[in-house]
């Protein structure tokens, strides 16, 4: 079955670090194009990063940009979100995606972790 | 940067006809397309509407997008409302310099 389904969330410190991963199952991951977006309680979308399927191109938002690390892994059928220095701003579901080619949308999305950034 | 503006809530009743609107603040909206997501409670966002007005197989054709250079915004527009279509919508876009832009979200209330 077609599906990705994220975990690592939790609680953590602020300035502390967190690791996501996101497994995909159901389809050819080396194929596609990922996206990690998140949503903090009770409010709207945020997209947070971006990777091409070999990994070669890779964006950020403004919000992550020097504390978080995608990285992908196609052996594994993984996605990976390294998350540094983290603020209680990040506190958020967050959610893998999967782009849909050649367009610019999100076809698939997992349930999505909560990481909760809290003293 | 641009930023994409919803009305916060819309309310309708069942049966009616519904329009979510989705300002761009700078820039075309004709210069990149328009995604519209829907969000139940409790779910992840699944795509009703891409390409300003392509609809996903699966996705009723209750389901319309529409983009108007004039008032530089993109429309999601609903008919027949069912208590189903009670969510939140959201509209996207992409730049090659801000990549990927949510609107804040529109809650659809059917009563």
């Known amino acids: 079955q077609v599906q990705l389904v994220e975990s690592g969330g939790g609680l953590v410190k602020p300035g502390g670090s967190l690791r996501l991963s996101c497994a995909a199952s159901?389809?050819?991951?080396?194929?596609?194009?990922m996206s990690w977006i998140r949503q903090a309680p009770g409010k709207g979308l945020e997209w947070v990063s971006y990777?091409?399927?070999?990994?070669?191109?890779?964006y950020y938002a403004d919000s992550v940009k020097g504390r978080f690390t995608i990285s992908r892994d196609n052996a594994k059928n993984s996605l990976y979100l390294q998350m540094n220095s983290l603020r209680a701003e990040d506190t958020a579901v967050y959610y893998c995606?999967?782009?849909?080619?050649?367009?610019?949308?999100?076809?698939?999305w997992g349930r999505g972790t909560l990481v909760t950034v809290s003293s | 940067n641009f930023m994409l503006t919803q009305p916060h809530s819309v309310s309708e009743s069942p049966g009616k006809t519904v329009t979510i609107s989705c300002t761009r603040s700078?820039?075309?909206?004709?210069?990149?397309?328009v995604q519209w997501y829907q969000q139940r409670p409790g779910s992840s966002p699944t795509t009703v509407i891409y390409?300003?007005?392509?609809?996903p197989s699966g996705v009723p054709d209750r389901f319309s997008g529409s983009i108007d250079s004039s008032s530089n915004s993109a429309s999601l527009t609903i008919s027949g409302l069912k208590t189903e279509d009670e969510a939140d919508y959201y509209c996207?876009?992409?730049?090659?310099?801000?990549?990927?832009?949510f609107g804040g979200g529109t809650k659809l209330t059917v009563l």
């Open positions: 995606a999967r782009r849909r080619l050649p367009y610019w949308y999100f076809d698939l």
């Open positions: 159901g389809f050819t991951f080396s194929d596609y194009y």
């Open positions: 990777i091409s399927s070999s990994g070669s191109t890779i």
């Open positions: 700078s820039g075309s909206i004709a210069s990149n397309y």
């Open positions: 390409e300003d007005n392509q609809r």
């Open positions: 996207q876009s992409y730049d090659s310099s801000t990549y990927w832009v």
